[in-house]
């Protein structure tokens, strides 16, 4: 039991920094940098799967903390600093699908631990969302690359 509220924990933690993380590249980036829509679409799937993972924590009954990880707050500074300093799409873009990458991890992680608990079975939908936005991400570091 405890590791299935531990792995949530750090799963609901880890979305909080990815939401987090795009709403701070949004506020640095310029609209002709491309990048608006795509931080647009994570942030607000990201709002929602935390939503959704708060809620059913709280329905076992767990407290959590709402303020994400200092690691990833560190994390969000160098990536804003890699965009505003290198204007290089490429290598945000890897930054981005790096994060991503961790975060379809901590869902493996996540579902592995909850199998057999119907009540977490949104956590694969969840995932195949992670996936779809590495796929995004490789598609729009492809296309700034041309």
Known sequence: M???IDTLKNLHTRVIDSRDG???SREEVK?????VGFFDRRIAEREQFH???HRQLGAEGVE???SGSTAAAAHR??????????GDDEAVYDEIITGEEQLLK?????????AGKPEWSFLTS???????AITQARAEKSRHAA
């Open 2 to 4: 405890a590791n299935h």
């Open 22 to 24: 795009y709403k701070r």
């Open 31 to 35: 609209d002709e940098r491309g990048f």
């Open 51 to 53: 939503t959704v993972i």
């Open 64 to 66: 959590v903390d709402e």
């Open 77 to 86: 500074g160098w990536l804003s600093l890699k965009d505003a300093l290198t």
């Open 106 to 114: 901590l869902y493996d992680d996540a579902i592995a631990a909850t």
């Open 126 to 132: 969840q995932r195949a969302d992670v996936e779809k």
